[in-house]
């Protein structure tokens, strides 16, 4: 069974960086897309920045192009998220996914029904 924990949210003034981690355990850490998502109440959910863990180009949501970075570690079976110039519209609980399978390759990589593994969440609150 696959699983991941998000870690490093927390509250910051608008400006300001965060670096959200996402550890995967078993199987998940084979090359794979996996994403960062966001979720503000009353919202859906949406794609922030996504890519394949063995490497190539990301994508990201233009709300956040310039401003967010999507990295791996592999020593550390770690996918991270760091978030710069943070904006009160960046408020929300974010998650780390991954697709299903090492094979599967999304066809909108920052499409939500394209994972299939969900971490918990990490709250990210940004104040103006």
């Known amino acids: 069974q696959m699983q991941m924990v998000e870690s490093g949210g927390g509250s910051v003034q608008a400006g300001g960086s965060l670096r959200l981690s996402c550890v995967a355990s078993g199987d998940m850490y084979s090359s794979r897309f996996m994403g960062w998502f966001r979720q503000a109440p009353g919202k859906e959910r949406e794609g922030v920045a996504a890519f394949y863990t063995g490497g190539g180009s990301a994508y990201y949501a233009d709300s956040v192009k310039g401003r967010f970075t999507i990295s791996k570690d592999n020593s550390k079976n770690t996918v991270y998220l760091q978030m710069n110039s943070l904006k009160p519209e960046d408020t929300a609980m974010y998650y780390c996914?991954?697709?299903?399978?090492?094979?599967?390759?999304?066809?909108?990589?920052?499409?939500?029904?394209?994972?299939?593994?969900w971490g918990q969440g990490t709250q990210v609150n940004v104040s103006s």
């Open positions: 996914a991954a697709v299903l399978a090492t094979s599967w390759i999304p066809s909108n990589p920052l499409l939500d029904q394209e994972y299939h593994y």
